[in-house]
């Protein structure tokens, strides 16, 4: 295990851990025009609502959004780096940009960590943002040719390489692989990380969170709760969980099932409620945080944090609701502290 995997896991032991909230949501109320996006590049396609393009453009602007939510009292701060891939960044006319997108997304967020733990002594830790890209590779994207895909495999993984080398020559720690529709997606994912951990010689830690589409808890390649850790407990991830979706309250009974099987640590981080008609998030700071507060109650939760719509408003009071609760115990653990006590296991887990 990793040096930042020991240290991470020794926290998360003492407390209810706290991540940061959506950069999304923050970079649209700066409302920005396609100039600011673009700023001196030269681009041929229109760059607006190209979030990862800031980090060089605009660093000013992501830089004081991870300000406010390390502030707010986030300790596992992602990079802006959910498209920065060769893919995603096709749709900009961008691709030729993705490695100094991403050297610029870790350098900013380890800036930040660094500031703050000269600050108050905390230690804050860098997890380099992996989204799922906009292709998958297990359905296909024609329904009159369903043996078709537009990538394969091996393509995928190379794109995910070439983000992780990025992200980790600027100051990423951390893998965080989020937002998982595609379970085959997330192991090329995977697959590249241990590619890059060979070529730099130290362990990456690896944090997985899946995105479900519908209230059954399945994503979109049909894998429930279940079946996702099973095809991806061999990578033996620092953490699994859930982002997105829906809101607390919705994912609640979702990330219990999930506590229930995963022998590692929980993170799971919502969305401010469900979005109106017009795709925005009305739900407050208190609201969302006492619907977590329910999973710390429930003890079900490692780490904690916040998706779509949420602000360091939301983060901050996330972290006042969950202080004082204790921290979710891992399976291995429980049955440690069962048999010390002459209880049966399997009671327990009954």
Not at 2 to 9: D, K, T
Not at 34 to 45: F, K
Not at 246 to 257: D, N, P, S, T, V
Not at 336 to 345: D, E
């Amino acid at each position: 295990m990793s040096n930042i995997a020991s240290q991470l896991r020794a926290e998360a032991a003492k407390r209810i851990l706290i991540k940061d909230g959506a950069y999304g949501t923050q970079i649209q109320a700066h409302k920005l025009a396609e100039v600011d996006y673009r700023g001196g590049l030269e681009l041929s396609r229109d760059q607006k609502g190209n979030n990862d393009l800031l980090n060089l453009t605009r660093p000013e602007i992501v830089g004081g959004i991870a300000d406010r939510f390390a502030g707010a009292g986030a300790e596992i701060l992602a990079t802006n780096s959910f498209n920065a891939n060769r893919i995603s960044q096709a749709d900009y006319g961008a691709e030729h940009l993705v490695r100094d997108i991403n050297v610029a997304a870790a350098r900013i967020i380890a800036d930040t960590a660094r500031r703050f733990e000269a600050k108050d002594g905390r230690r804050r830790y860098v997890a380099g943002a992996l989204g799922p890209t906009n292709k998958t590779l297990s359905l296909s994207p024609n329904v009159n040719d369903p043996g078709f895909r537009e990538i394969d495999f091996d393509f995928l993984s190379e794109v995910y390489v070439e983000q992780i080398e990025a992200l980790v020559e600027g100051g990423a720690e951390i893998v965080l692989i989020e937002t998982v529709f595609d379970t085959l997606n997330a192991k090329a994912a995977i697959h590249a990380t241990k590619a890059v951990e060979q070529r730099i010689g130290r362990e990456l830690p690896i944090m997985l969170s899946m995105t479900i589409t519908d209230l059954s808890g399945r994503n979109l390649s049909g894998h429930c709760i279940e079946a996702f850790w099973a095809s991806v407990r061999h990578a033996r991830p620092l953490s699994i969980g859930l982002n997105c979706s829906f809101g607390a309250a919705q994912l609640r009974a979702h990330i219990a099932a999930l506590s229930n099987v995963a022998d590692t640590l929980i993170m799971a981080y919502p969305n401010a409620g469900l979005p109106n008609d017009l795709g925005e998030y009305d739900e407050g700071p208190q609201t969302t945080s006492s619907q977590v507060r329910d999973w710390a109650e429930q003890g079900i939760v490692n780490i904690v944090g916040g998706c779509c719509g949420t602000t360091p408003k939301h983060i901050r009071a996330i972290a006042e609701q969950v202080r004082d609760f204790p921290p979710r115990q891992l399976p291995s653990d429980r049955c440690r502290r069962t048999r010390l006590a002459g209880i049966a296991p399997m009671v327990l887990a009954a």
